[in-house]
Nanobody, 125 residues
């Protein structure tokens, strides 16, 4: 079992930056592909960014490209999402998730086994 706890959310103004963290416990995340997802008000959960087990490969949703950066520190068992130039449409609950690395990367929320409780990000205009 992998337990995931997100932190770093908050209320910011448009154009600001915010950094989210996802601390894992129970198992080393070095054996897992990690992803960030978000769910805005009245919307379905959507993929934001993913990173392979070593951190050498990342993938982003179009909405995140050029503004968000996903990274990981396996020694600290932590994954990060740095967000810049935030927009009101980025308002959502942000979740981190894990799936076994042997399955490869995926942008489908259905394919992730472990989820955190989420952290709220609100961007005011």
């Amino acid at each position: 079992q992998v337990q995931l706890v997100e932190s770093g959310g908050g209320l910011v103004r448009a154009g600001a930056s915010l950094s989210l963290s996802c601390a894992a416990s129970g198992r080393s995340i070095s054996n897992y592909v990690m992803g960030w997802f978000r769910q805005g008000p009245g919307k379905e959960r959507e993929f934001v960014a993913g990173i392979n087990w070593s951190g050498g490969s990342t993938v982003y949703a179009d909405s995140a490209k050029g503004r968000f950066t996903i990274s990981r520190d396996n020694a600290k068992n932590t994954v990060y999402l740095q967000m810049a130039s935030l927009k009101p449409e980025d308002t959502a609950i942000y979740y981190c998730a894990a799936r076994p690395a042997y399955r490869g990367s995926s942008s489908s929320s259905l394919s992730y086994d472990y989820w955190g409780q989420g952290t709220q990000v609100t961007v005011s205009s």
